[in-house]
C-alpha cells in the first residue's frame, strides 16, 4: 500500500502525532494470528491426501543431522492421527504438499545439504491408532523447477541463514512444481514441529475446522 499527502492538503497543518499515527498504521505487519484467519478455498477443503517434504533450500544442522527429516516424521505421524488427509509417499501425486523446515534458535547455524542426507528410501511409522509402511523407489520428482535452482553437487556444508523458527507451509498438489506456486497457508513458531502436539498440524486443524464451518454456513438459505 503506498500512502500519499493530497498536494493540496499543507502538509504543516497536519498535526505531528496524527502523522506518527498514520504511518504506524501503514507500516504496522499483519500478525500471524491474522493471516491465519484468512479462510481456505474450497479446494483445500476437498483435499483427502499429501505429501509432506523437507524444503529443497534446507540443510541439515551439524549438531542436529536428521533434525528436517524428523520434522517431517512428526508431522506425518500427526496427519496418521488426525486422520483427515492421508500421508502418501514421495513421487505419488497429492492434493496437497506440505513443506516443513526446523528453526536454529538463531540467525544462522552450519549446516549439510546433498547427497544421502536428503533422501529417504522408506517409511515405518507407528501411532496409537495405525501403522504406516512404505517404500521409496528411484529418485523422487523435484517440488520446484530444478532449472531455477543450482544443480546439486553432494554432499557440501553451508552456513545457513534463516528464520529461527519452525516453518509449516501448505501448497496445492497435482502440479508439475508445486513449491513455485504462492502457498495457501503458512504456519511459524518456535518448536512447532515438536511432538507430541505438533502445533503446526493442530493450527492448520483449526483453520480447516474455520473453513469447513464458513462454508456450511453459506450454504444455509
Known sequence: MNFRLSPFLPVARLPLAGLLIVAGVLSAPLSAKDKN????????LRARTVRVVVDPDAGEPLDQPGANSTARDNVEKALLEWGRLQPMMDGNETDLVIVVRTGSG??????????????????????????????QWGQAPPVSNPNTRPQDRGPRVSNEVGSPDDSFAVYRGKEQYPLDSPAVWRYVAKDC?????????????KALAEADK????????
Open 37 to 44: 484467519k484468512a479462510l481456505l478455498p474450497e479446494d483445500i
Open 106 to 135: 538463531r540467525l544462522g547455524r552450519p549446516t549439510v545439504k546433498g547427497g544421502p542426507v536428503d533422501q529417504r528410501p522408506g517409511v515405518g511409522q507407528e501411532t496409537d491408532s495405525s501403522i504406516r509402511v512404505g517404500g
Open 193 to 205: 514441529l515438536q511432538p507430541p502436539t505438533v502445533k503446526a498440524v493442530e493450527e492448520f486443524r
Open 214 to 221: 464458513a462454508a456450511q454456513q453459506s450454504k444455509k438459505p
